[in-house]
């Protein structure tokens, strides 16, 4: 997630005029690339249907103090006015502040050829004057008359440190999380989104706890639904009992049993070295040949 992130702000210093983000977390990466354009000094603004433009106000440490309407909001109510606004106000009129855009849900205009000829023309005209426009949509669904004129970056799910910042904050100070068993419920939320990790935590918190382990299989549960919910995928739950789940072995069971606390943080901290090859190990397949 880093990785995207960092390249997507080295973009916006190369000056890529146009960004195309596929992602159906708006509000996470909305937060991401505001650091972003807060840590490069750009002023930072919003538009959607609803809210129309909105300006990001940062405080003395670079973090948001506060989100007002744009002193344009209301000349902006309209797709079609809000890029006339960036065209005509902004740059012919030669603004030289640094500015990022952020646009929700654009995709739904392009079939408008004022919106298609506009971009079009953004992309050649945002280069000269440090702006830039991102736009925010959960699937790609862009023209063939633009879609060279805009730089698609599929945004992935929230990673492991992800996870664990919002696991912390559902925790609250409060709360101590032992590091294996915060290993073993961030295990259990990847994959999904981070509102959809959010409310799995709040439900594991609310029943057991972030301290148990029985807070796993609540969040593995959670998991399961969202994939039924699906359609594509199904899902099937992974028993850790090796008794139960594998058979024979006996002596593998054994040197599992006994070098089991090699494979906790504890032992990473003291130095001690997992066993070699113990992802085979750990999880025994058989493979015809």
Sequence with gaps: MDDTFSNIKDMIK??????????????????????????????????????????????????????????????TKGYLEFLEYIRKVL??????????????????????????????????????????????????????????????????????????????????????????????IIDSALGLTDTEADLAFRLAKEKVGLDKKEAIQIIANEKEQIIKKSGILDY???NMDLEKSVGGLDNLKIWLKQRSKSFERKAKDFGLKEPKGYSCLAFPVAVKV
């Excluded at 919003?46 to 909001?73: A, F, G, M, P």
């Excluded at 005209?125 to 426009?133: A, D, G, I, T």
């Excluded at 060279?148 to 992800?162: A, I």
Aim: with cysteine; proline share 4%; charged share 35%.
């Design 14 to 75: 190369a000056n890529f005029p146009l960004l195309y983000l596929t992602t159906s977390e708006y509000s996470r990466v909305t937060q991401k690339i505001r650091t972003i354009a807060f840590g490069l000094d750009y002023d930072f603004h919003t538009w959607d249907c609803v809210d129309r433009l909105q300006t990001h106000k940062k405080d003395q440490s670079n973090k948001l103090d506060k989100v007002e309407k744009h002193i344009k909001n209301d000349e």
């Design 236 to 238: 099937f739950q992974v």
């Design 91 to 184: 740059i012919r009129e030669g603004d030289e502040k640094q500015e990022i855009f952020l646009v929700e849900d654009f995709h739904k205009y392009f079939d408008d050829e004022q919106v298609i000829v506009s971009l079009r023309k953004l992309s050649v005209e945002l280069k000269s004057c440090n702006k830039h426009l991102i736009f925010l949509s959960p699937f790609k669904k862009l023209p063939e008359e633009i879609e060279k004129y805009l730089t698609v970056v599929n945004m992935p799910l929230p990673d492991r440190m992800d996870l664990q910042t919002r696991l912390k904050v559902i925790a609250g100070k409060e709360m101590t999380i032992n590091p294996d068993l915060e290993k073993y």
